[in-house]
């Protein structure tokens, strides 16, 4: 069994900053690709950012120089700092694992969602 938990959303005015938490727990053989997708009413979820166990980092162009992911290997657990924030950011954010259960079982795990707002 694994279970994320996801933390760290809320209301923010324009120009504000927010830090989103997630962390995998569980079954866990190994935690590879950790990352954030957001979904916005009438529009599809999209990547914002995500990053591999070696500390690769790939970010959607909206976000390039706002938003900064980074994790931390040994807590199995990812952060998206997000800074300068603007009502197009206002979105259920989604925290996405890519976990192995053991050496031969992969599948990839989705957290609950937490709603940013930014007010205008």
């Known amino acids: 069994q694994v279970h994320i938990v996801e933390s760290g959303g809320g209301l923010v005015q324009t120009g504000g900053s927010l830090r989103l938490s997630c962390a995998v727990d569980?079954?866990?053989?190994?935690?590879?690709?950790m990352g954030w997708y957001r979904q916005a009413p009438g529009n599809q979820r999209e990547l914002v950012a995500n990053?591999?166990?070696?500390?690769?980092?790939n970010y959607a162009d909206s976000v390039k120089g706002r938003f900064t992911i980074s994790r931390d290997n040994a807590k199995n657990t990812v952060y998206l700092e997000m800074n300068s924030l603007q009502p197009e950011d206002t979105a259920i954010y989604y925290c996405?694992?890519?976990?192995?259960?053991?050496?031969?079982?992969?599948?990839?795990?989705w957290g609950q969602g937490t709603q940013v707002t930014v007010s205008s």
């Open positions: 990053i591999t166990s070696g500390g690769a980092r």
């Open positions: 996405n694992a890519d976990v192995w259960t053991t050496k031969w079982a992969r599948d990839a795990y």
């Open positions: 569980g079954r866990l053989f190994s935690v590879y690709t």
